[in-house]
C-alpha cells in the first residue's frame, strides 16, 4: 500500500535555527514527491515539488529538499527559519502514471511553531 | 477566478442530512481532485475527474459519498444521510493538462476547504 511518513507532528524553533523535517513514503512504482504547506488561515501552497534529476530541489522562501531513493525519503530542510515559517507542512507522494495520475498521498502534516 | 474557490466554506448540518460541496476549479484546468481531512490528519484522496469523466472513485468511504463534474469544470461532492464521522475538512484541488505550456507535472491548487459539521 502506499503510504507516507512524517517523522515529527510538532517541531519547536527559535528563529535562525536550523530546520530539517524527515518524510519518508513507501510507494510502488515511479513517484513524485511534493512538499505543501499551509499557513495560518490559508490553504495548502506547494513549497516544492521532485520529478527526477537532480535529487536536491530548491522551492520557495528558501527551503529545498533531497530525494534520496536508497533511503525512501525527501526531507525538507531550510538553513535559518523565520518566524514567518510558522505553518503545517505536509509531505505527499504522487503516483506518476497510470490511471491515477496525479493521486496524491499525503503524510499525517508536521506543525512547526517558531518563536521570535 | 485566479484560484480554485470552494463554496460553503463552513456547513454545519444535522446527522441525516444531505450535503453538497462544491468545487470551482481555475479555468482551463482539466483535472480536478477531491481529498478529506481530519483533524490532525493530512488530506486523504477520494476522487478525481479528467474533464468531466470520472477517473477514480476508490477513496470515497462508502455509497453515501458521491461527485460529479458534468460539465468539465465545476464539481459538487454530496454526501447523503451525514454521519458524525463525515466531519471534516473537504479539499478540492485542480490540475493544468500535462501538456499545457504552464503545466507543471503534477502540480495540484488546492481550494480553500470546506469545514464540514455533522452535529
Known amino acids: 500500500a502506499q503510504s507516507v511518513s512524517q517523522h515529527n507532528h510538532h517541531v519547536i524553533l527559535s528563529e535562525a535555527a536550523s530546520l530539517e523535517l524527515g518524510c519518508n513514503y513507501s510507494y510502488g512504482g515511479t513517484v513524485n514527491l511534493f512538499w505543501y504547506v499551509q499557513y495560518p488561515g490559508q490553504h495548502l501552497q506547494l513549497l516544492l515539488k521532485y520529478f527526477s534529476g537532480d535529487p536536491l530541489v530548491k522551492g520557495i522562501k528558501g527551503f529545498e529538499a533531497e530525494f534520496i531513493k536508497s533511503k525512501f525519503s525527501f526531507n525538507l530542510r531550510k538553513p535559518s527559519v523565520q518566524w514567518s515559517d510558522t505553518a503545517e507542512y505536509f509531505c505527499?507522494?504522487?503516483?506518476?502514471?497510470?490511471?491515477?495520475?496525479?493521486?496524491?498521498?499525503f503524510g499525517q502534516g508536521t506543525i512547526l511553531t517558531v518563536h521570535p | 477566478g485566479a484560484g480554485v474557490s470552494q463554496s460553503p466554506r463552513y456547513k454545519v448540518t444535522k446527522r441525516g442530512q444531505d450535503v453538497a460541496l462544491r468545487c470551482d476549479p481555475i479555468?482551463?484546468?482539466?483535472?480536478l481532485y477531491w481529498y478529506r481531512q481530519a483533524l490532525g490528519q493530512g488530506p486523504e484522496f477520494l476522487t478525481y475527474?479528467?474533464?468531466?469523466?470520472?477517473?477514480?472513485k476508490s477513496g470515497l468511504p462508502n455509497d453515501r459519498f458521491s461527485a460529479e463534474r458534468p460539465e468539465g469544470s465545476i464539481s459538487t461532492l454530496t454526501i447523503q444521510r451525514t454521519e458524525q464521522r463525515d466531519s471534516a475538512m473537504y479539499r478540492c484541488?485542480?490540475?493544468?493538462?500535462?501538456?499545457?505550456?504552464?503545466?507543471?507535472?503534477?502540480?495540484?491548487?488546492f481550494g480553500p476547504g470546506t469545514r464540514l459539521t455533522v452535529l
Open positions: 484541488a485542480s490540475r493544468p493538462s500535462l501538456f499545457s505550456k504552464t503545466g507543471g507535472r503534477n502540480e495540484q491548487f
Open positions: 505527499a507522494a504522487g503516483n506518476a502514471g497510470g490511471t491515477s495520475y496525479g493521486k496524491l498521498t
Open positions: 479555468s482551463g484546468h482539466v483535472s
Open positions: 475527474f479528467n474533464y468531466e469523466a470520472q477517473q477514480d
